[in-house]
C-alpha cells in the first residue's frame, strides 16, 4: 500500500525543515566561535620579551645588561677596555635620572694579560672623572648616579 500522495509531501517537507535546521545550527556555531574571544596562547617554553632597557646599537642587550634585584647592572667580560669604556658611557648617560644606583661588572682581570685588570682601571679612570660615588665589591663597581 502506498501512502497518500499529501503524507508523502509532509514528509518531504519535514526533511527539508529539519536540513535546514541543521544548516543553520551549523552557521550559528561557527559565527558565533568566530566572534568569541580567543584566550591568549601560551607558550611555557618561550621567554616573555621585555621592552629594552637601554639603546645599544652594535651588540645584543641579553649578553651585557640584565636588571640584579632591581639595579640595572653592565657586564663589560669579554671586551676590549675601549669597548667597554664606550658601553660604560653610554650606561651611565642612559642610566641617569632612570635609576638612583647601577653596577657595572669588570670583573677581577684574572683572564688579563699579566693578570693586570684594564677594564677596571678604565672605568674607575672614568668615573673619577665624574661626581658618581661608587663602592667596589670583588669584580663588580656599584655605582650611585
Known amino acids: 500500500m502506498c ?3 499529501h ?6 517537507g519535514l526533511l527539508v525543515f529539519v536540513i535546514l535546521v541543521i544548516l543553520l545550527i551549523l552557521f550559528f556555531r561557527e559565527e558565533n566561535e568566530r566572534h568569541r574571544p580567543q584566550p591568549p596562547a601560551r607558550h611555557p617554553q618561550r621567554e616573555r ?3 629594552p632597557l637601554f639603546d645599544f646599537d652594535d651588540i645584543e642587550e641579553e649578553n651585557v645588561l640584565r636588571m640584579e634585584y632591581g639595579v640595572p647592572t653592565l657586564d663589560l667580560h669579554e671586551m676590549s677596555v675601549r ?3 664606550q ?4 650606561f651611565l648617560q642612559q ?3 632612570r635609576y638612583r644606583k647601577v653596577r657595572i661588572i669588570t670583573g677581577r682581570g684574572q683572564h688579563s694579560f699579566d693578570g693586570v685588570p684594564r677594564i ?3 672605568v674607575e679612570e672614568l668615573l673619577n672623572g665624574r661626581t658618581y660615588r661608587r663602592v667596589a665589591r670583588g669584580g663588580c663597581l656599584e655605582v650611585t648616579l
Open 49 to 51: 620579551r621585555r621592552p
Open 83 to 85: 669597548e667597554a669604556i
Open 7 to 12: 503524507h508523502e509531501d509532509n514528509m518531504d
Open 3 to 5: 501512502a497518500p500522495k
Open 95 to 97: 642610566s641617569r635620572g
Open 120 to 122: 677596571r682601571e678604565a
Open 87 to 90: 658601553k660604560t658611557e653610554t
